[in-house]
């Protein structure tokens, strides 16, 4: 048994989205989403499992984790000590390679790093879509993270039938436009924001309906290779999920003043002939889908309203994979 590996593993923007579990515990989804995996934003982990070990250890950009933290890390790789029957104790040393200033830490490329890194360093030779069906129960999002370009995260009936399937390599002139909006203080989790939303939006059943219809126009839409139909539904659909959150009790909203502002200039660059579109998660940050070659151009446009190290443009990334000294 190797015992020891390091794997590397993007986040992942989601263009039709998810947002509501119908399985708490399992990490079930109420709908199926569909994401972009990023570049420029990725997790890099090591998992050493060790006999010597009498707990397990986390450390996130070289600093050791505290209780809670590591609890989390400790009740995610049960999930692979269960599965190698194994009682093994790890140490988990990750490094998050987000932009500085950019305050776009994610559990999406996290838990994949370390479902994949946990993966190999036990032997235990899951294929990459029963990989995905561990990484979910870690964090949703991150079930999609194990494959790049763009990425389905098909709902299923069961944990085991819920994981992700890759659906294109996005390799053909598709970019992102990160604008990292200034923060104030830490917003409603998006864990405890999709459970209200379940729980008392009156808009929720009529999301969980349209999004089914738009992860279907989307895959048709990136099967044509439609860029401007990709854009549109992507915008549309991130819109209305946004929407379910102000039907909530009480209601609350991820949006600052500069989201505002870069919805707007990206709007203002459809009118000027530059096909652009936006969308926003659990935070105040926008995310601009765009021609990859155009994306010079569009954050020229956006360099009006914000600083250069707030403005990302990345392309899309890989699945995860090993990284060998
Ligand atoms: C997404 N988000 O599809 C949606 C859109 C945020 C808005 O997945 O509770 O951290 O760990 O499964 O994955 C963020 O939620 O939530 C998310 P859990 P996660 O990307």
Redesign the pocket.
Known sequence: MPNKACVRAHT???LI???G?RDETN?LPMNS?L?LTLDKLYTDTMVVFDEALPQDFFYLNGEQQGEKETQKISKFLDLFRAEKKTALRARVESINHVPTAAGLAS??SAFAALAGAANLALGLDLDPQRLSTFARRG????TRSIYGGFVEWDMGTCSDDSFAVPVDDAGWDIGMVIVAVNQKAKEVS??IG?KRTVETSPFYPAWVESAKKDILDIKAAIAAKDFIRLGEITEANGMK?HGTMLGAEPPFSYWEPDSIVAIKTAQALRKQGIPCYVTM??GPNVKVLCRLSQAETIKAAFLEHFTEDKLIITKPGKGIRELTE
């Open positions: 992942n923007i989601a989205k998810y947002w579990k990490f989403s994401s559990s999406a964090s949703g999002s991150a998006s864990r999709m999920m998660d659990a």
